[in-house]
């Protein structure tokens, strides 16, 4: 087992600076064909789905069944994603009483309604639950969430620094603004505002997309995003885990910092452990519900090659306002 050195001949900072251009670079290359559709979503983060939803299990595998609606199969089991192919049970949720007012770095418009009172307009502002993906893609996890969650109340916020990946989200046939909001949105920008209040999201998702930014940025991108969660919300993590096996595959030269890697699209990738994981959402003011260390073994039959495969996933919850 190898892991290369930083090699500090290789200047990083257009990696930074440049990120969007290869990202975007990506999906005009591999448009939406490159990644499955998440569906091993509801089965690993049932806190997806409102608590109108409700989990049975039945002999053939995971069910979810709709209250007072004919239940249907929303889970056709795992699928493992990579990068080159590239517990519990559900957290109650906090629906809104009153609608936060809007800061003005929102750009959300205000009105006033027939009682006269100020109420923040911003796309889903009537939905009793709601879910952010961050750097959602083409959409892969987006579209088996919105074909779950349509009639139950809830809304789907989806972002990603990627402008050509926004416009395939958006040009999709599922895409549909009544339930779903799609917007361009760079995690690492300060200045870069949401379209939605503070305190406003039953859940915040991050799978796969947290290990792209250089890990000095990582913090302050998930305190910034713990500010938009209601006391009670979620984040929902998955992401790859230490030595894996595409860690282990990179050459020397490839290295930008330590467990922090460029491939040769430009595109960059981070490798957590679990006390970073840890550190990094408790420092954010959450409390852990689940972490885990996912190791397994993949054979394809057709090369006949064993591969050691690491993700780590984890759950925490903000128990309190923190502004």
């Known amino acids: 087992m190898t892991i290369h050195n930083v090699d ?12 969007c251009q290869y990202w975007n ?3 005009e290359t591999h448009h939406g064909k490159f990644f499955k559709d998440r569906q091993w979503l509801f089965r690993e983060f049932p806190e997806l789905l409102p608590l109108g ?4 299990s039945v002999d053939t595998g995971s069910q979810w069944e709709r209250r007072d609606i004919s239940s249907e199969n929303l889970s056709s089991g795992r699928t493992v994603e990579t990068c080159q192919d590239r517990c519990s049970d559900p957290c109650p949720q906090h629906r809104d009483t009153d609608i936060p007012e809007c800061p003005t770095s929102c750009g959300c418009s205000r009105r006033v309604d027939s009682e006269e009172t100020l109420v923040t307009s911003f796309p889903g502002q009537h ?6 993906e961050v750097g959602c893609g083409v959409g892969n996890s987006v579209f088996p969430i ?6 139950t109340g809830a809304f789907v916020y989806c972002c990603d620094f990627s402008s050509h990946a926004i416009q395939l989200v958006k040009d999709h046939p599922d895409y549909d603004q009544s339930v779903c909001h799609a917007f361009l949105h760079d995690l690492c920008e300060e200045g870069s505002s949401f379209p939605i209040p503070p305190q406003s999201l039953d859940v915040v998702m991050a799978v796969f997309v947290l290990s792209s930014i250089h890990p000095a940025r990582l913090q302050a991108a998930v305190k910034r995003l713990t500010t938009y969660l209601k006391p009670g919300g979620i984040f929902l993590f998955r992401d790859y885990g230490r030595y894996d096996l595409s860690q282990l595959r990179f050459k020397k030269g490839q290295c930008l ?3 922090f890697y460029t ?3 430009g595109t960059c990738v981070y490798f957590f452990t679990k006390d970073e994981v840890h550190s990094l959402f408790t420092n954010a003011g959450l409390k852990e519900l689940q972490i885990l260390e996912d190791r397994r073994l993949q054979v394809n039959r057709g090369k006949k090659v064993v591969m050691h495969r690491v993700w780590m996933q984890s759950k925490y919850q903000k128990t309190h ?3």
Do not use: C, M, P, W
């Open 8 to 19: 500090h001949r290789q200047h990083h900072s257009k990696y930074d600076t440049d990120a």
């Open 263 to 265: 491939r040769g699209d």
């Open 25 to 27: 670079k990506f999906y």
């Open 53 to 56: 939803l409700r989990r049975t």
């Open 321 to 323: 306002s923190t502004g």
């Open 127 to 132: 939905a009793d639950f709601r879910i952010l």
């Open 257 to 259: 910092a330590e467990n």
């Open 146 to 151: 919105v074909k779950s969650i349509k009639e």
